[in-house]
């Protein structure tokens, strides 16, 4: 009975160096969300994969960051060129969504970015 | 475009008292889910309690209430018998349900508060 799972837990890299970060959702998971919390904000939402569906990207916040779901699992969200200002924790969650009921969503324990 | 607000960045309470943390939020939609999520410092997000927008009884949950306010868009969340391990950024969450019955997808969050709970 695995929870959301994302890798690495922790990641320093240098400014300009691009970066992949990994979310494992829940089995039989459809849907998949990316967000983004930096300090002292609340949590910024980024990506959603739905299914097969198109993916909603409409909160990313510049060309540079990208995600992809392969085969509607494992998901991995890539920083291009990374800013300091892209230093955040990021959080994966997945949710049923195969009924209005079962629309929560769980999420992983994130993963710290410090872009120095 | 919705908003959510949480007016109180911090709060603590004493061991077994109870203790309220307010949230408001700004739509126009009829039909949405409001949520509370608890991030202890290990960084996890827990779901602590959901409403649905179109019940008027508020939902417990253990020692967890809300007083879910529709009219006035307000969210507020009540621990009871506040234990240490309840000590951890709270936050309020909004999703909206589009007309066919389906999410938008996305939460949106309130910056949150912090709640300490002291021995």
């Known amino acids: 009975g695995a929870g959301v799972s994302q890798s690495p837990s922790n990641k320093v890299t240098e400014k300009g160096k691009d970066v992949e970060l990994r979310c494992d959702p829940i089995s039989g998971h459809t849907a998949l969300y990316w967000y983004r919390q930096s300090l002292g904000q609340g949590l910024e939402f980024l990506i959603y994969f739905q299914g097969n569906s198109a993916p909603d990207k409409s909160g990313l916040p510049s060309d540079r960051f990208s995600a992809e779901r392969t085969g509607g699992s494992v998901s991995t969200l890539t920083i291009q060129r990374t800013q300091q200002e892209d230093s955040a924790v990021y959080l994966c969650?997945?949710?049923?969504?195969?009924?209005?009921?079962?629309?929560?969503?769980?999420f992983g324990p994130g993963t710290r970015l410090l872009v120095l | 475009a919705q908003t959510v607000t949480q007016s109180q960045p911090e709060m603590s309470v004493q061991e077994a008292e109870t203790v309220t943390l307010s949230c408001t939020y700004d739509t126009s939609e009829n039909n949405y889910y409001l949520f509370w999520y608890k991030q202890p410092p290990s960084r996890q997000m827990i779901l602590v309690i959901r409403q649905e927008a179109y019940k008027q009884q508020n939902a417990t949950e253990n020692r967890f209430s809300v007083n879910f306010q529709k009219a006035a868009k307000s969210f507020s969340l009540k621990i009871s018998d506040s234990q240490l391990g309840d000590t951890a950024m709270y936050f309020c969450?909004?999703?909206?349900?589009?007309?066919?019955?389906?999410?938008?997808?996305?939460?949106?969050f309130g910056k949150g508060t912090k709640l300490s709970v002291k021995p």
């Open positions: 969450a909004f999703m909206k349900l589009l007309n066919y019955g389906g999410s938008q997808g996305n939460l949106i």
């Open positions: 969650a997945s949710s049923l969504r195969k009924a209005t009921l079962q629309e929560t969503q769980y």
